[in-house]
């Protein structure tokens, strides 16, 4: 029995309409089976180690939310332009549809999907956000939370004025900049005092 | 984005090696180099770049990331990422000019997998380079045309062009670079080489297509920025049309050696203006010796920019850019510390 999601549903119910599905999404299936080009590739995502078959032009996002099925990273620009893809690689916070899955093998990667504990407690920047009502759309937020926690980690998270400055990389359409702040600065103290 | 082949180099000799048929073309480079990967992945996905070979630079890393300040001066590995750099302690005390032109570039995240060689070798962000629907493009397309002619062109270049190419160079590092003297240090098939770091970058000469004087197989492999009286006395101020994340309209790198309110000596670099980074030579000959006033900084700007030709959409530029450097220099001589 398939995980129900929007995508599966939707997807399932087209099949069922007899509607083509989008030319795009059929190529990509049909991609994933291994034709030449692709190598296998050794991905590391919020600690689980899994082998995927992946065409070698295929970026950690399009891995994670095509192949993994982890789609809580966004695909807002697909140019490093907009920030909503942000993960965390080694650490550090930098942008997955800039980053090709066969240059991050073997690297540690971290995605929105990762911060709640298994107990579903969720991080101190998750819990901010929603105390601080730092989303409207909630488009960016995923890229938000991540870039946020990379911010306070780096040490840049220190007053308004920083804070903008250093979250400048992840734009939100519906302007929720002012909240978005005051979360970082809520999560902050928490995340400070451990 | 085209297939390719993907390599990983494990150390910058065997990259050396296997990017030794890169050729020093655009578009029809058969191999590129890849490091962080913001530029590459980006023009490969707009089909601007079509390497068939992409060697990851990844595993060289290790060897040449260091950051030391010695009594010659600062060396910085051009494996350091743009964020390490900026961070550094060092080099914000020391060279104040290098970590500001890294920390208003691009964004944190950006900043995190860039790294400084790949940062210097940046293409331009001219629209016409970028979409391959506009077919007249003397960089992708040698001898096409030039589509910014006579289409849009508020942000390209006023400095160094020809009527084969306007593109503006967007970098920031470069420039303060420039202005600091800075020497690169370039490992290749045919061994190490040390060049002025004003004699990396190319101007169009017609051929728009080569930007570089790096050899086929050649890797940059660190920075050195020679110690002198006037880099404590140094900042990079960058204007545009956002507060943050943007590229500029126009930049200034300025470093001052001060006896009181005397100039000594000037350094000076521009940005956000030039096909290519750009010292300022002659503004930098005409503030020596003089007292740091307004009125000498407007005269040098004067002379920095009075060769600039404009196309239209970017008439507003030289203007821009005067009042630009006019504004950095009298900060950088109203700095306190320094």
Known sequence: MPTVTRRTVITAGAALAGVALDPVIARQREAAKAPPGTSTVRLNVNGKKQQLQLDTRTTVLDALREHLHLTGSKKGCDQGQCGACTVHIDGERVLACLTLAVAAQDLRIDTIEGLAAADGTLHPMQQ??????????????????MSAIGCVHEGHANSDAEIREYMSGNLCRCAAYPKIVDAVKLARGRMEKG | MRPFAYERAADV????????ASGQGQSDARVQFLAGGTTLIDLMKLDVLRPERVIDLAPSRGEHQNIEWTADGLTLGAFAKMAAVENHATVRLECPAIAQSLQQAASAQLRNMATLGGNVLQKTRCPYYRDVSWTACNKRDPGSGCSALTAPNRNHAVLGVDDTCISQYPGDFAVALMALEAAVQISGPLGARQIAFADLHKSPEGHPEIETTLRSGEVITAFKIPAAAWNRRSLYLKVRDRASYEFALASAAVALDMDG???????????GVAYRPWRALPAEAQLAGKPLTARNAEEAARIALQDAKTHGGNDFKPELARRTLVRALLQAGALQHA
Do not use: K, N
Not at chain 2, 13 to 20: D, E, I, Q, T, W
């Open chain 1, 128 to 145: 901010a956000f929603i105390d601080e009502d730092g989303f409207q759309c909630g488009y960016c937020t995923p890229g938000q939370i």
């Open chain 2, 261 to 271: 309110d005397r100039v000594r000596q000037a350094r000076i670099g521009l940005g």
């Open chain 2, 13 to 20: 000799a065997s990259a050396m090696r296997l990017g030794a």
